[in-house]
């Protein structure tokens, strides 16, 4: 008979806030013990053993006091990730349900044959954009899985920045899904960077799909790419509300989503730009958001120029 093999224990919520307060009792008892012990010994000290017994016992409290410290914050950070993930898992559970209910209705409604020609014609469109959208899900998925257990390699070869907007515009123009978006393409030509296409291509992807469901009302959506000495960067800018400052410093994180209502209504799993910051990072990159000019979100992405400068070829 096989035998199976343990499974790894996964604590929840409350597991976790009951680990809390056993190491808080045992670290907090027995560190008020030595203190007081400590404290007694100090006072009360006759001989000069009885300073050195109560030093010793001071610097053991703290030292129990400073290591339940540390193990009490790697508990709430497993604490912090418990949810996250929780939190991933039911978007990920809704945001592939909801268009494999689309698919299953609009197939029901083809097998059944009352749809004239242009009815047809539309639900083949919104078949095709509803496995767009879920296979865009299922790799983003994948790829991080890959990217966390570091068996994604890239190969870095010169890319041409001008086509790989261009692409990525494209591949954008088909996820989108009727949506109305004003894209301004504003790329200085002729430049080229270190780089792997198609990695390039789901940073600049991941960008776009994040500057239209963040982007406000307007929907203008900006695309610009320059050069500064060495380095060539590209930028995606929206007219949106904007990263209030207490989260710039997490939403490259996994699973982070922020916690305004209009942020977490839309679709999608958190992973995103954590997954542009990992793909960036591989080419040797870098990605930074800024506050825009006027309102709205900048990421902007810097690559290694493959090509020296005008100025530097002469």
Do not use: C
């Not at 012990?37 to 010793?56: F, K």
């Not at 080229?192 to 600049?204: I, K, N």
């Not at 380095?231 to 207490?246: C, F, M, N, R, Y």
Request: glycine residues 8%; positive net charge.
């Amino acid at each position: 008979m096989p035998v199976s093999k343990p499974r790894p224990m996964i604590l929840g919520a409350s597991e976790l806030r009951t680990t809390h307060a056993v190491l808080f009792a045992a670290v907090a008892v027995p560190g008020l013990l030595l203190t007081a012990m400590s404290i007694v010994s100090l006072a009360l000290h006759r001989l000069a053993v009885d300073v050195i017994l109560g030093i010793l016992t001071l610097a053991l409290a703290l030292w129990v006091g400073v290591g339940g410290f540390a193990a009490w914050l790697l508990v709430r950070r497993s604490e912090r990730y418990t949810r996250l993930q929780h939190d991933f898992v039911s978007n990920v559970s809704h945001e592939l349900r909801t268009p494999l209910t689309g698919i299953r209705m609009l197939v029901e409604t083809l097998q059944l044959g009352r749809a004239d020609a242009e009815q047809t014609r539309r639900a083949l469109e919104l078949l095709n954009a509803e496995s767009v959208r879920l296979s865009a899900l299922v790799e983003e998925v994948l790829e991080f899985g890959r990217l966390q257990s570091r068996v994604r390699r890239f190969e870095l070869v010169p890319q041409d920045i001008d086509a790989v907007v261009d692409e990525a515009l494209r591949d954008f123009e088909s996820m989108r899904m009727g949506v109305e978006v004003d894209v301004q393409r504003e790329v200085t030509p002729g430049m080229t960077a270190w780089g792997e296409r198609r990695a390039l291509l789901q940073v600049m992807v991941n960008l776009l799909s994040n500057a239209l469901k963040y982007g406000g009302a307007g929907k203008r959506i900006w695309v610009r790419g320059g050069r500064e000495a060495l380095k060539i960067w590209i930028a995606v800018e929206d007219e949106g509300p904007g990263v209030p400052p207490k989260m710039r410093r997490r939403i490259f994180r996994e699973f982070v989503r922020g916690e305004d209502p209009e942020i977490t209504s839309q679709p999608g799993t958190g992973l995103g730009l954590a997954i542009a910051q990992r793909l960036v990072a591989a080419q040797r990159g870098s990605i930074r958001f800024e506050p825009r000019p006027g309102g709205g979100s900048r990421f902007v992405v810097t690559l290694r120029a493959a090509t020296p400068s005008p100025k530097e070829e002469r």
